[in-house]
Structure formats: structure tokens, C-alpha cells
């Protein structure tokens, strides 16, 4: 079975919490970049998450993959 999607609600803070992320970051760090679901995460080559909003600094944009997979973002 599967889940059932985000709610209205949902969506619309995540969209603007990205916004805010991203203008943030666009001052502060550049290089970095905002993530929105769904992309899976791989934690310590074992756990596959899918966090709604999440940020890679410049200095770690290695572990972004072409395709789009993250690996180890929590060490």
C-alpha cells in the first residue's frame, strides 16, 4: 500500500520554506543548492529517506550524483 501524498497545506509551506532557503543560501553560500522531494537520500549506504526540503553545501556537492541520488549526507 502505499502513502498517501502530502496535504495542501504541506505543500504550500514546504514551497515557501524552499523559497526562503533558497535566497538565504543564494547570499551565503552560492555554490550550495535547495532539494525538494521526492530525491532519495542515502544515509550511511543503509537508510533511503526522502526529506521534503534539504540543502547541500557548496563544499559537499560531491555527493550529489548525476543521477540524482545523494549518498551520506549525515556522517
Known amino acids: 500500500m502505499k502513502d498517501p501524498s502530502p496535504n495542501v497545506i504541506h505543500q504550500c509551506v514546504s ?3 524552499q523559497r526562503i532557503l ?3 543560501f543564494w547570499e551565503v ?3 550550495g543548492e535547495i532539494f525538494n522531494a521526492p530525491l532519495d537520500v542515502t544515509l550511511l ?3 533511503v529517506v526522502q526529506p521534503d526540503v534539504f540543502y547541500v553545501s557548496g563544499e559537499q556537492k ?3 550524483k548525476d543521477a540524482r541520488m545523494l549518498q ?3 556522517q
Open 15 to 17: 514551497r515557501r520554506l
Open 22 to 24: 533558497e535566497d538565504y
Open 29 to 31: 553560500d552560492p555554490e
Open 45 to 47: 549506504d543503509i537508510t
Open 62 to 64: 560531491q555527493i550529489v
Open 72 to 74: 551520506r549526507v549525515f
